[in-house]
């Protein structure tokens, strides 16, 4: 506590008293023996005021709920390390690849990045659409006879990224649906962008956005004769979180829907390489989807790009806005004016990634993730649970009704030191549910559904 001493002196004191003439006493604000000479008094410090901008803080930041989900999850993760500093923590939850990229790719990009220290294979800014022998290769390996050219592929860092730069390209007075339970950066983007209004916590949901509600009983597809018109609908097949993906005839209904509303449909198609049925593996495969739908994918869980990055979007020519001006073009202009293009690097690995060889390697380590989701539907079947998902895509969808999905993995969190995610935190369709991801070592595959089975046999 700081002190204030005010110092009264008597009219009978020296008038011209001066520090060099006070007692050491009289200096550190002891008081004198006669009464009244000198007054301390103990004051409270100032409190320190933090210096602020005269900038207004964006306002649709202040709408979001929380921390985004899945650094919420590292977070609640790493305080369950700390009470729990000799535990072997599993993750299952975030969604990150563990298995090493094959070596068919990281030579590629290991002869590109030693290729740059020399005067021959040094090369600067690229094209920010991509590389075109990648661009020539996206189309041929993925949208072969779909009606796709080179051009309409637009190579970048990650689906992820892609999704906010649609956003910035439909801007702020756009309506916009999404499925629920979806994968958070659709609605966060959105939020963000100023599309929404408030949050609302009796449901769960914002206002301005179509939840279009997928579940168990209407087969993880929702009812479009429910869904009021938007002017961009987000839609992942197969789905993150509930693995489930849509059927050609579902598909088919989707873009009659997109047409008849005169809607943009988005679709993530970043799991496709996971079907082993006769779901489409892309929208273009569906008539009339060129005049309403941009697709949009990545690397990431086919090869373990999760850390290099890259990954696609393409517009085809033939997507128009109300005034006749090609999407495409407008993207172009928000790519150009954001983003430098995806690392050369990165670039290097993706041509890789699409040649005979690297195919073969991506379809293995696809085919270990798919044995791994094996593992974790079997063992929740076992214990008699409601399993979804899991057979075109690397997540199992575990149903707990009438319980929190928050408490159901802080449960298995505390009691197995098993990391899940919360359905919830995927939209208010995720409750009673928890995402199991299959992405992890083979052993820690084993680990885990053996804590499980221990938790609820």
């Given at each position: 506590?700081?002190?204030?001493?005010?110092?009264?002196?008597?009219?009978?004191?020296s008038a011209f008293l001066n520090q060099s003439s006070l007692t050491f006493s009289e200096r550190v604000g002891v008081p004198p023996?006669?009464?009244?000479?000198?007054?301390?008094?103990?004051?409270?410090?100032?409190?320190?005021?933090?210096?602020?901008?005269?900038?207004?803080?964006?306002?649709?930041?202040?709408?979001?709920?929380?921390?985004?989900?899945?650094?919420?999850?590292?977070?609640?993760?790493?305080?369950?390390?700390?009470?729990?500093?000799?535990?072997?923590?599993?993750?299952?939850?975030?969604?990150?690849?563990?298995?090493?990229?094959?070596?068919?790719?990281?030579?590629?990009?290991?002869?590109?990045?030693?290729?740059?220290?020399?005067?021959?294979?040094?090369?600067?800014?690229?094209?920010?659409?991509?590389?075109?022998?990648?661009?020539?290769?996206?189309?041929?390996?993925?949208?072969?006879?779909?009606?796709?050219?080179?051009?309409?592929?637009?190579?970048?860092?990650?689906?992820?990224?892609?999704?906010?730069?649609?956003?910035?390209?439909?801007?702020?007075?756009?309506?916009?649906?999404?499925?629920?339970?979806?994968?958070?950066?659709?609605?966060?983007?959105?939020?963000?962008?100023?599309?929404?209004?408030?949050?609302?916590?009796?449901?769960?949901?914002?206002?301005?956005?179509?939840?279009?509600?997928?579940?168990?009983?209407?087969?993880?597809?929702?009812?479009?004769?429910?869904?009021?018109?938007?002017?961009?609908?987000?839609?992942?097949?197969?789905?993150?979180?509930?693995?489930?993906?849509?059927?050609?005839?579902?598909?088919?209904?989707?873009?009659?829907?997109?047409?008849?509303?005169?809607?943009?449909?988005?679709?993530?198609?970043?799991?496709?390489?996971?079907?082993?049925?006769?779901?489409?593996?892309?929208?273009?495969?569906?008539?009339?989807?060129?005049?309403?739908?941009?697709?949009?994918?990545?690397?990431?869980?086919?090869?373990?790009?999760?850390?290099?990055?890259?990954?696609?979007?393409?517009?085809?020519?033939?997507?128009?806005?109300?005034?006749?001006?090609?999407?495409?073009?407008?993207?172009?202009?928000?790519?150009?004016?954001?983003?430098?293009?995806?690392?050369?690097?990165?670039?290097?690995?993706?041509?890789?990634?699409?040649?005979?060889?690297?195919?073969?390697?991506?379809?293995?380590?696809?085919?270990?993730?798919?044995?791994?989701?094996?593992?974790?539907?079997?063992?929740?079947?076992?214990?008699?649970?409601?399993?979804?998902?899991?057979?075109?895509?690397?997540?199992?969808?575990?149903?707990?009704?009438?319980?929190?999905?928050?408490?159901?993995?802080?449960?298995?969190?505390?009691?197995?030191?098993?990391?899940?995610?919360?359905?919830?935190?995927?939209?208010?369709?995720?409750?009673?549910?928890?995402?199991?991801?299959?992405?992890?070592?083979?052993?820690n595959i084993i680990e885990a559904c053996r804590r499980f089975k221990e938790l609820y046999n």
């Amino acid at each position: 506590m700081a002190m204030q001493m005010s110092v009264s002196i008597s009219s009978s004191s020296s008038a011209f008293l001066n520090q060099s003439s006070l007692t050491f006493s009289e200096r550190v604000g002891v008081p004198p023996k006669a009464s009244g000479a000198c007054k301390c008094v103990a004051t409270e410090p100032a409190e320190k005021t933090a210096f602020t901008t005269k900038v207004s803080r964006n306002a649709n930041m202040g709408k979001l709920q929380a921390g985004y989900l899945f650094p919420e999850i590292a977070r609640k993760r790493n305080a369950h390390m700390l009470k729990y500093p000799d535990a072997k923590v599993i993750s299952l939850g975030i969604g990150d690849t563990t298995e090493p990229i094959p070596e068919v790719i990281t030579s590629a990009m290991a002869n590109r990045s030693y290729a740059l220290s020399t005067l021959e294979g040094y090369s600067g800014y690229g094209a920010e659409q991509g590389e075109k022998a990648l661009r020539t290769a996206i189309a041929a390996t993925f949208y072969a006879d779909l009606g796709i050219e080179e051009d309409d592929v637009f190579v970048s860092d990650g689906a992820k990224c892609d999704i906010s730069r649609l956003q910035v390209l439909f801007g702020s007075d756009v309506s916009m649906a999404c499925q629920d339970p979806s994968y958070p950066a659709y609605v966060d983007s959105s939020v963000i962008m100023g599309q929404t209004g408030q949050f609302s916590s009796d449901v769960g949901k914002y206002q301005n956005i179509e939840y279009m509600r997928c579940s168990p009983e209407n087969g993880f597809f929702p009812d479009l004769s429910s869904v009021a018109r938007t002017d961009v609908i987000f839609f992942c097949s197969p789905n993150n979180p509930t693995g489930a993906s849509a059927s050609r005839d579902q598909l088919k209904q989707l873009v009659q829907f997109a047409k008849d509303n005169g809607s943009i449909l988005v679709y993530d198609s970043a799991y496709a390489k996971y079907i082993t049925d006769d779901s489409p593996k892309s929208i273009f495969e569906i008539p009339g989807a060129h005049e309403v739908a941009i697709e949009t994918t990545s690397f990431s869980k086919y090869a373990g790009f999760t850390g290099v990055r890259l990954g696609w979007t393409v517009i085809p020519k033939q997507l128009l806005f109300s005034d006749g001006f090609p999407v495409a073009k407008d993207f172009n202009r928000i790519v150009c004016t954001c983003f430098n293009g995806a690392s050369n690097i990165s670039q290097a690995g993706g041509l890789a990634c699409l040649s005979p060889e690297g195919l073969k390697a991506m379809g293995d380590v696809i085919g270990f993730y798919k044995e791994n989701t094996n593992i974790i539907v079997d063992t929740f079947n076992s214990l008699g649970f409601k399993v979804y998902g899991g057979k075109n895509a690397p997540y199992v969808w575990v149903h707990f009704p009438g319980r929190s999905s928050w408490d159901v993995f802080a449960e298995i969190l505390e009691k197995t030191h098993v990391v899940t995610t919360p359905g919830s935190g995927f939209g208010p369709g995720g409750e009673g549910f928890v995402r199991v991801s299959a992405f992890g070592h083979r052993e820690n595959i084993i680990e885990a559904c053996r804590r499980f089975k221990e938790l609820y046999n």
